[in-house]
């Protein structure tokens, strides 16, 4: 409502908090995955821990063990490679962000110094306007005046004009 009112700047200011909402929804998108991975691979090395201690135990699924285990590595690494994408994904819209948010500020600042720009055409108009205020109350008692002068003067010509009768 208020970028509305505040004309192009505000429809600029508008498109940039709308951006900025999207990555920041996207930004914990992106954080929800990486916890939820990070919880995958703690379940995983969980699970990677107990089948090591089986196969220390039994040596003869030793093999099979250590194929399991090589997997879950496997997975491990690609869980891990999965995150840094991640990361770099959120660095990235984090960084977008700041430029978004450093744009609307030069927006803001950009509008407070157009808004204290009328405010000092405000108060010059209302100094005037006062000028005028007060001009025309000088002339209204003026005009008052001179309309009593003409009065008394009409008066004072009738009594002329009665005394030469």
């Known amino acids: 409502m208020e970028a509305a009112r505040a004309g192009k ?39 990677l821990n107990e089948r090591i201690t089986k196969a220390q135990k039994d040596s003869t699924s030793g093999l099979s063990q250590s194929e399991q285990t090589k997997q879950r590595f496997e997975s491990i690494a690609l869980k891990a490679e999965e995150v840094h994408e991640r990361l770099l994904q959120s660095l990235h819209h984090s960084n977008t962000i700041h430029m978004e948010t450093e744009k609307a500020l030069e927006n803001v600042e950009s509008m407070t110094s157009v808004t204290e720009q009328y405010r000092q055409t405000i108060n010059e108009s209302a100094v005037v306007s006062e000028k005028e205020r007060n001009d025309r109350l000088v002339m209204n008692q003026s005009i008052h005046d001179l309309k009593q002068l003409i009065l008394n003067l ?3 010509l009738g009594e002329l004009r009665a005394q030469e009768l």
């Open 9 to 47: 700047e505000g429809k600029g200011f508008s498109v940039v908090a709308k951006e900025m909402r999207r990555l920041s929804e996207q930004s914990n998108e992106n954080a929800q995955i990486i916890v939820k991975i990070i919880s995958q691979i703690q379940t995983e090395t969980g699970k």
């Open 154 to 156: 009409h008066d004072d």
